[in-house]
């Protein structure tokens, strides 16, 4: 099965920015939607960003305007700039690559996660 492995996580100051990394072991062809979501201890898993196969993308209301996702289909790495980070942002950030709809195959992978903390 596919792996997924997340970086760029760190302590950073309310305002401030980061850049998360996932990348694939490998590729997938098939209709398909990254996401990353978050998880607080306590809390429900919850999206953050998703894009499809063909760049179509989706943010959660908490992050329209300061969130953007993208992909490096070269590298098989999709990222998430994370700018304006306010100390509710605070979370476990976890990758994930599923099936879209109409995908021949159904599947849904995640990456270990990669913990944001955003404090003063």
């Known amino acids: 099965q596919v792996q997924l492995r997340e970086s760029g996580g760190g302590l950073v100051q309310p305002g401030g920015s980061l850049r998360l990394s996932c990348e694939a072991s490998e590729r997938i062809h098939s209709m398909f939607v990254n996401g990353w979501y978050r998880q607080v201890i306590g809390k429900n898993r919850e999206l953050v960003a998703s894009?499809?196969?063909?760049?179509?993308?989706n943010y959660a209301d908490f992050v329209k305007g300061r969130f953007t996702i993208s992909r490096d289909n070269a590298k098989n790495t999709v990222y998430l700039q994370m700018d304006s980070l306010k100390p509710e942002d605070t979370a476990v950030y976890y990758c994930?690559?599923?099936?879209?709809?109409?995908?021949?195959?159904?599947?849904?992978?995640w990456g270990q996660g990669t913990q944001v903390t955003v404090s003063s």
């Open positions: 994930n690559l599923a099936s879209a709809w109409g995908s021949p195959g159904v599947y849904d992978f």
């Open positions: 894009m499809t196969d063909t760049g179509t993308t």
